[in-house]
């Protein structure tokens, strides 16, 4: 039996981002539900309107935007009556409260919040630092970072970085390598907020062993023998200790909840520091 897929589309007069993140944030929460996304960014004009319509009455399906000019707004949300189509504005309520409490309608610019301004060269910077910065690399101005993450191999150390520079955050990394000492530049630090990452023994010996197939290597090594993980993840909490660095177990967590974690972190030790500087 074919399985049913359903279509859903994302317009916006900006990039899309916006739309899709919030999009994806929803979705994931129907895990046995195939959906085919229709993506629409930078929908203008009345023309261009139209084209998305006739895509939207070829493949119908609930439609998601984030639009500023009334006029297509309301072009749009008339068709979608028309075809008896969901329609659902992902900014209205939000800026509805807000416009409310700033006694404020707000400024009618699409694409507006994409202006290359500070913030966004800052995560540009990021970018380059932590890339440059990824698995121990860079360790001569590792006081440059904002956080860094240390830890065993493969507690996903290098993709909550990424995922951190993409939010301004000058992230590197460092793993720890059993049997040999942390590097001198990692203990010495002063400036960066040092996280540990640690995970459940069993789960990292998986993790690896599928890391290895996809590398075509001997699968049974040091590296994944369940004993010797224990060990290098005991060694690894007592360094922590040790360095009274925090810890964050991301056994169960993505990669966005780890980095909403350091970024929580991050804002704590922020308002620790203004607070002694009072």
């Given at each position: ?25 929803c979705l994931v929460q129907f895990e046995n539900v195939k959906v085919v996304e229709h993506v629409w960014s930078l929908v203008r ?50 800026m509805s409260e807000l416009a409310r409490h700033f006694h404020s ?174």
């Amino acid at each position: 039996m074919t399985e049913r897929a359903y279509h859903l589309h994302l317009i916006s007069d900006s990039t899309g981002e916006t739309v899709g993140s919030v999009a994806r944030a929803c979705l994931v929460q129907f895990e046995n539900v195939k959906v085919v996304e229709h993506v629409w960014s930078l929908v203008r004009t009345k023309g261009q309107m139209e084209k998305v319509m006739q895509a939207i009455e070829a493949t119908p399906g609930p439609v998601i935007f984030t639009l500023i000019d009334p006029r297509l707004r309301d072009f749009l949300q008339e068709q979608c009556r028309r075809m008896g189509m969901a329609c659902i504005s992902v900014l209205d309520p939000v800026m509805s409260e807000l416009a409310r409490h700033f006694h404020s309608s707000g400024a009618a610019s699409p694409g507006r919040q994409h202006i290359m301004d500070a913030e966004y060269f800052a995560r540009i910077d990021a970018m380059h630092y932590t890339l440059a910065h990824d698995d121990g690399q860079g360790l001569h101005d590792l006081d440059r970072a904002d956080v860094v993450l240390t830890g065993p191999s493969r507690t996903s150390k290098t993709p909550t970085c990424v995922y951190l520079a993409n939010r301004g955050i000058k992230a590197a990394n460092v793993p720890l390598v059993p049997h040999s000492d942390p590097p001198s530049e990692l203990l010495s630090v002063s400036r960066p907020l040092v996280v540990g990452l640690v995970t459940d023994p069993e789960r990292l010996v998986q993790i690896r062993r599928n890391r290895l197939r996809l590398l075509q290597d001997e699968v049974e090594t040091d590296y994944t023998d369940l004993d010797l993980v224990e060990e290098e993840m005991r060694q690894a909490r007592r360094l922590f200790s040790r360095q009274e660095w925090p810890v964050i177990d991301v056994t169960r967590r993505s990669i966005e909840e780890t980095a909403a974690a350091v970024m929580q972190m991050l804002s704590e030790r922020r308002e620790i520091v203004q607070a002694t500087d009072i």
